[in-house]
């Protein structure tokens, strides 16, 4: 993703042993061929992923599993003793959806028609699901803009933009976010998140 380019280079998290390799990108994709190959035969980590440098992003994935297999968090959540064996971050190689659902627009009409409200957000240096696509898919719901586009800001500095429709409906980016935009700028997303609960303007 865009946005790990600004992050010194980190230790790959995998089961498998670790040797510095040749940054090629063919190098790269048999890296990653690997992993999803072993993923694909039922291998899975059943030892926490190296421990990367703090200044890594991938610190915060490694305190993570830590955290997920503790009894303690497991009891607070009400995960079911027995049904989950070793909680891993990521399942790498994919989600084995078994179908695919074309469009969700019917479903997000109805739950805004009902009353309920809605924030849509996306980080704007995301590469998975770039935020002109989120905004398009917004817009396709057809819904009056009744706040036009606008900047929204934290600290005198613009945090992102946002714009809002009827029927509850708000979308906002996340300036210098990415994919997970809350792991990128935790405090502009817990800024935005706690207008938006609040009921107060970006």
């Not at 510095?20 to 039922?42: V, Y």
């Not at 240096?125 to 917004?138: E, I, K, Y």
Request: charge should be neutral; hydrophobic fraction near 35%; glycine fraction near 8%.
């Amino acid at each position: 993703m865009l946005p790990h380019i600004l992050w010194d280079k980190c230790v790959y998290s995998s089961a498998g042993p670790h040797a510095e390799t040749d940054d090629s990108a063919g190098a790269g994709r048999k890296i990653l061929s690997e992993e999803a190959a072993g993923i694909k035969m039922g291998k899975r980590l059943k030892h926490p992923p190296v421990r990367p440098p703090l200044d890594c992003i991938n610190y915060a994935h490694y305190l993570s599993y830590f955290w997920a297999n503790d009894e303690r968090t497991r009891d607070a959540l009400g995960v079911k003793e027995g049904t989950v064996d070793e909680w891993v971050r990521c399942q790498d190689g994919g989600v084995p959806y078994t179908r695919d659902i074309v469009s969700t627009i019917k479903y997000h009409r109805n739950v805004t028609a009902n009353g309920y409200r809605a924030l849509v957000y996306s980080g704007d240096h995301d590469s998975v699901v770039p935020h002109l696509g989120t905004q398009a898919w917004v817009r396709s719901l057809g819904f009056p803009i009744v706040d036009e586009w606008r900047a929204w800001h934290l600290h005198g500095q613009s945090a992102g933009f946002t714009v809002s429709y009827t029927n509850n409906m708000t979308f906002a980016t996340v300036k210098g976010a990415g994919h997970t935009a809350p792991e990128y700028e935790p405090e502009k997303c817990f800024a935005m998140f706690s207008r938006w609960i609040l009921n107060q303007p970006l």
